[in-house]
């Protein structure tokens, strides 16, 4: 089989099931391309590579005696380093958490064991998922691969790097205000933000809690509904985890039919401030879905201009909470411990050195919007937004039954471009944002390159609570009309370093 | 800085000047199997963190999982106190920094507490008899417990001058109920004994539900009290919160001190500041800790990691249909029953031996032999030991034998003591200690007459005494066999004995 890499996450397991290529040469195959491109992207963190060739032969054993095991048994997985993995480092992009190894294994990473998926290592991202461009790593900025002077997109940048470099079919996201589908979108690549509470959230480093769900990131809408298949479900140990059956993603994935589909474009997410050619890629993907079979309709969602306000208040209320145990007091990064300091001053200057300045912005933030005297006229009136929001929705759920909109408001910016503007920076996550402020899902896709610099466009296709599968069965649709007029996946124009 | 408050205004003078009005907190730690938000132990004494997980260690990426035991525990308090029961709430964060704080915040209930509107009515002696309080209950919520800070090196034992410190985590996450009164007042001078009284049947209210085991001393139930001094005709006054009594005793000797000394302050033209203050068990006095004035903002919010809590009303409604008898009704039936005075069930009930006596008696012993043995020289021999009667290797079983041999003549009160002390002992059963110490009363005539005959001799005069018929002499020559026989004769029998003997009628 030729040039493994470029290969489908479904066919490399179909490949390893008939042995017509074994996990152990895939694996390898995977981590020589790390080695050899990786230098230049800087997706990857910490390689796992011996235990994941561990695990690959185990996998070829287990085939050569005749077991049958799961649909992407044997395929490599990079996984964003905000999951907890037992015994190998777990850092969030932060210096706070610099050497800190868990103990335990994440839900998402104890289901990916189980499906027999191998995971390469630990990608980069913000520092707490906090950007949307992962130059706030504490490690250094993660660079596209499509144009190594440009941002993958935040804060799931380097899982999004990994899939466009080749360097691994699947890996998984973390998504609070788009950082999934944003680096999806820049990077040409599928990434889904599943119904909140869709998949177990025990094991993420929480940014903000009540907004955070990782999800699964592909090359191919297919691949990432099986992914997705793997990793959702019920899990005692998140109380929000939903308690019901996952919708079927995969079947929704390969039947990809919009026939008789209701698709409403958001009127306040379409129009001002896109760059030209994202827009224009965005209509014509409106187009071909009508050419498809759909009917698309225009629907309101009045209160979404205040999605951006309210979300900045409720992250960075959460965030200021949660990132509070990371005090020098337990594990990780203690600076200031030399005798002469008291507890407090130890806390202060063990934050003050390992929290970069967007995680010390939106600590202070959120320290400020949840004060007493100001909680009502911040925090609360933010929450009163985001039922606003999610009433929206639901409206605009009864008359279609998915939404759409472009993912991003520009293709991929230059590192540095935004660094010192984080208002500019916030902008970016304008359309993906409600999605997680009402707790529904999301996916994107490629949908072209922007004419003016070449680079993908991202579309977003969102679905209520719960109907994950629409957006497969929609994004199903798309990707094969594209695929039939290109001959091939976007990514397969992206360069090959 | 040398104050006036170093000295007290005498209790009679201060509540002569002041009303005072109280408020109680109290927190009482649940007995669950397992934690508050994962199934780790709670077995108290355990090697330091052997109990801990990567959820009650706060890890990151950890989640909480609500202890339906602990919701359960919780609604029964609620019911037992007569609260409501909210049909929906939620925790909340409370957001504060501290070493031993494994989140660096606590989970808790802020303004939607899971019961509240309760009241407990408390009975208290007074000059003109026995008064009914009733404390009015604010609410009853959940949190969960921090670990415990060891400071080592320094002289206090405590974190300033300590050369490192030893966190431990085992108690972190075990399910804390807070119970919080309304302000009470009107209670006047008696406002120390309506404050115990109120912690004496909260505790007692627990354990009839067998939900925490109560033990104050090893802080499994604790209060604060708060207190504040009302001057006839102006406003209320400014409070302080005297932080973490843990005894009964000391609830009354905090409230009466804090009265003492804020009546102190405002005599001497003072103002009462408002701050937490620690009790000091030894002295019976409060010292100042930190000032509210600088107190922290918790910057309370909704817990996004938990669900909100709905508890159906069916469940409720079983839950109360389950409860058990309260300690007050059953109080009121037991006077009835075994035919005693207030006075008498209450120090049953101070000595927790009502459980014990009530067990007693459902085996067949009489109710007054029962409560004899359990308050008489049990408690003091558990007092003497510092032990619960509980604790003493003593069963109702026991009583009832030793009772048994007692109405057989073979055993008198003397002897059962001596049995007891074996049982406490850990001699063996009631029957191998009677054997082992030869303690079976001597009713054989030949070797009492020897005895009697052995007393006569050695006291002539006696013996001549009680010919001429002063009957009442013959105590001593009892007393000398009784010796003789080491107090294992019937004396009634020794006494009859004798008169025959030496031809004597009473
Ligand atoms: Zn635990």
């Known amino acids: ?497 | 800085m040398s104050s006036a408050t170093d000295v007290y205004l005498p209790y009679d003078e201060a509540i002569s000047r002041y009303e005072p009005i109280i408020g109680i907190e109290t927190h009482v730690e649940l007995g669950t199997n397992s934690k508050m938000w994962c199934g780790c132990s709670t077995a108290f004494g355990a090697e330091a963190n052997t109990h801990v997980c990567p959820v009650c260690l706060g890890l990151p990426g950890s989640m909480p999982v609500v202890n339906r035991q602990a919701i359960e525990s919780t609604i029964r308090i609620g019911l037992a106190l007569n609260c409501t029961i909210a049909d929906w709430c939620r925790f909340a964060r409370k957001n504060y920094f501290y070493p031993d704080m494994p989140k660096d915040y606590q989970i808790s209930q802020y303004d939607e507490p899971l019961c509240f509107d309760g009241y407990l009515d408390v009975t208290v002696a007074t000059d003109d008899g026995p008064q009914v309080v009733r404390v009015e209950i604010e609410r009853v919520h959940m949190e969960e417990d921090t670990g415990k800070l060891s400071h080592t090196g320094g002289a206090t034992g405590r974190i300033h001058g300590a050369d490192y410190s030893l966190v431990d985590y085992n108690r972190a996450g075990i399910p804390l109920i807070e119970i919080v009164t309304k302000t009470v007042i009107g209670t006047g001078k008696l406002a120390p004994e309506v404050a115990r009284a109120y912690v004496t049947e909260l505790r007692d209210v627990m354990r009839a539900l067998e939900v925490s085991d109560v033990r104050m001393e090893e802080g499994s139930m604790r209060c604060d009290v708060n207190l504040s001094l009302n001057k006839p005709g102006d406003g209320w006054g400014t409070r302080s919160e005297t932080k973490n009594v843990n005894s009964l005793r000391s609830v009354e000797r905090a409230v009466r001190s804090e009265i003492e000394r804020q009546a102190s302050v405002l005599d001497s033209g003072g103002r009462v500041i408002q701050e937490t203050r620690h009790f000091n068990e030894d002295t019976g006095r409060s010292t100042s800790g930190r000032s509210k004035e600088q107190a922290e903002d918790y910057r309370y919010f909704p817990e996004p990691d938990l669900l909100p809590m709905a508890p159906s009303r069916d469940w409720v409604e079983e839950l109360r249909a389950g409860l058990p008898e309260m300690p007050s009704v059953k109080r009121a039936r037991l006077m009835i029953e075994w035919q005693i005075s207030e006075f008498e069930l209450q120090t049953l009930a101070n000595s927790g031996a009502i459980e014990r006596v009530e067990a007693t008696i459902a085996i067949g012993v009489d109710s007054s032999a029962a409560r004899k043995w359990w308050t008489g020289e049990l408690l003091r021999v558990a007092n003497e030991q510092g032990l619960e009667l509980d604790q003493l290797n003593v069963t109702p079983q026991d009583i009832q034998q030793v009772e048994v041999l007692i109405a057989s003549g073979a055993l008198n009160d003397k002897l059962a003591r001596q049995v007891f002390e074996g049982l406490i002992g850990g001699e063996g059963t009631v029957d191998a200690i009677v054997q082992s110490r030869g303690l079976a009363v001597v009713s054989d005539d030949g070797a009492l007459l020897a005895a009697i005959d052995e007393a006569l001799a050695g006291q002539p005069d006696v013996a001549e005494k009680i010919k001429s018929g002063k009957v009442q002499a013959a105590g001593a020559i009892v007393g000398a066999v009784m010796k003789a026989t080491r107090g294992q004769a019937d004396a009634a029998k020794v006494r009859s004995l004798l008169l025959e003997r030496l031809g004597v009628s009473e």
């Open chain 1, 1 to 497: 089989m030729s040039d493994l890499i470029r290969q489908s996450a479904a066919t490399l397991a179909a490949a390893i099931a008939s042995r017509e290529t074994s996990a152990v040469e895939v694996t390898q195959v995977h981590l020589d391309r790390i080695a050899a491109v990786d230098d230049k992207v800087h997706a990857f963190l910490h390689l796992t590579g011996d235990s994941a060739l561990a695990q690959a032969k185990s996998i070829d054993a287990r085939i050569a005696s005749g077991e049958q095991l799961g649909p992407l048994a044997g395929v490599p997985l990079a996984l964003k380093d905000v999951l907890a993995m037992k015994g190998e480092p777990t850092t969030a992009g932060s210096r706070i958490l610099e050497g800190w190894r868990p103990p335990y294994d994440s839900t998402v990473v104890q289901r990916l064991r189980a499906a027999d998926i191998v995971i390469l290592g630990k990608t980069n991202m913000d520092e707490f998922a906090m950007g949307s461009s992962t130059e706030h790593s504490a490690y250094g900025p993660t660079h596209n691969p499509w144009d190594l002077d440009r941002i993958p997109g935040g804060s799931g940048g380097g899982s999004a790097a990994a899939l466009a470099a080749f360097e691994a079919p699947l890996a998984i996201g973390t998504d609070t205000g788009g950082s999934i589908r944003q680096p999806a979108s820049v990077t040409g690549t599928v990434g889904v933000k599943p119904t909140y509470g869709g998949v177990s959230r025990y094991g993420q480093i929480a940014l903000a809690s009540s907004l955070d769900q990782p999800g699964p990131c592909a090359r191919s809408v297919l691949d990432t509904a099986l992914l997705h298949a793997v990793i959702a479900g019920h899990d005692p140990m998140d109380s929000t985890s939903i308690n019901a059956p996952v919708p079927d993603v995969v079947g929704a994935a390969q039947r990809g039919d919009v026939r008789g589909m209701r698709i409403g474009v958001v009127k306040e997410l379409g129009g001002d401030g896109y760059q030209a050619g994202v827009a224009q890629r965005y209509t014509e993907a409106l187009n071909l879905l009508q050419d498809l079979g759909a009917e698309i309709v225009e629907v309101s969602c009045p209160h979404m201009e205040y999605a951006l306000g309210a979300y900045y208040l409720i992250l960075p209320s959460e965030a200021s909470s949660n990132l509070a145990r990371f005090d020098g007091m337990r594990y990780g990064l203690r600076a200031g411990d030399d005798g002469s300091n008291s507890v407090e001053q130890v806390m202060a200057i063990t934050r003050e050195a390992g929290f970069g300045p967007e995680v010390k912005r939106r600590i202070i933030l959120g320290t400020y919007a949840l004060s007493s005297g100001y909680y009502d006229a911040y925090y609360a009136q933010a929450q009163r937004v985001r039922t606003l929001i999610t009433r929206d929705f639901n409206a605009a759920f009864e008359k279609v039954d998915v939404l759409a909109s472009p993912t991003a408001p520009t293709t991929a910016f230059k590192l540095g471009e935004k660094l010192n503007d984080p208002i500019a920076m916030y902008l970016n996550d304008v359309a993906t944002i409600p999605v997680n402020l009402a707790g529904i899902c999301a996916m994107s896709l490629p949908v072209g390159l922007a004419p003016e610099d070449g680079l993908p466009v991202g579309f977003q296709f969102m679905a209520p609570a719960m109907a994950d599968d629409r957006l497969y069965l929609a994004g199903g649709a798309l990707e094969a009309a594209l695929v039939d007029k290109w001959g091939h996946l976007l990514i397969e124009e992206a360069p090959s370093l």
